[in-house]
């Protein structure tokens, strides 16, 4: 191993140290309300060594989002592609994006800002843009979805976009345990948004 590739490795791991460390400061602060000394020392680092990984708390926040929604998106193709009908594929897809935050509130939270007192709600242009292109990897499966059940692109992606907004809704209610309350079980409602979106293409 050559000293470029070990230094590379301990990086690294300094990175990975911060963004676990930030994970847990950001729960319990308020997301980029918190201090970067908080998180430098739940990490056990200096606020030098977090300035050597990251350009500060926005950068440590995109990151996070960033593993995230291409964690999601790997859940979601896998799930696609284990089927060969265009709308069994859709379903599966769906369901797995679904489940993959109805079990995770902090990722829920992070990508939309719930954690901010302020009513903050981007990282900047140039941040934001990544982490859109990071989303649009799963919103791109749902539109193959609906275009291999004879959707045009344009209508493919209007669906697509309707669909993501119930699942985030349907995440939220698992998360808050409201389908409890609402008498409804989370995967009952869906199934229901898989349906409701799959016939609006006969219409």
């Keep these: 191993m050559t000293e470029v590739s070990r230094s590379r ?15 847990t400061v950001f729960a319990q602060e308020g997301g980029l309300s918190a201090g970067l000394r908080a998180i430098a020392a739940e990490a056990g680092v200096t606020t030098g060594a977090i300035y050597a990984a990251f350009s500060g708390k926005e950068d440590i926040y995109a990151a996070l989002q960033e593993q995230a929604l291409r964690d999601v998106a790997d859940a979601t193709r896998a799930a696609a592609a284990a089927e060969t009908a265009p709308a069994d594929a859709l379903a599966a897809a769906a369901r797995a994006f679904w489940a993959w935050y109805a079990v995770r509130p902090f990722e829920q939270s992070l990508g939309f800002y719930l954690f901010e007192r302020d009513g903050r709600r981007g990282l900047g242009p140039e941040r934001d843009r990544a982490l859109n292109a990071r989303l649009e990897e799963s919103l791109s499966i749902f ?24 699942l985030a809704g349907a995440a939220s209610i698992a998360v808050s345990r409201r389908d409890r309350s609402l008498r409804a079980e989370a995967e009952t409602i869906v199934d229901t948004l898989i349906g409701v979106h799959v016939t609006a293409l006969r219409e």
């Design 143 to 166: 539109a193959a979805g609906f275009e291999g059940l004879g959707a045009a692109p344009a209508r493919a992606r209007a669906l697509s976009l309707s669909l993501f907004a119930g």
């Design 9 to 23: 490795d301990r990086l690294d791991a300094r990175r990975a140290r911060i963004l676990a460390a930030a994970r």
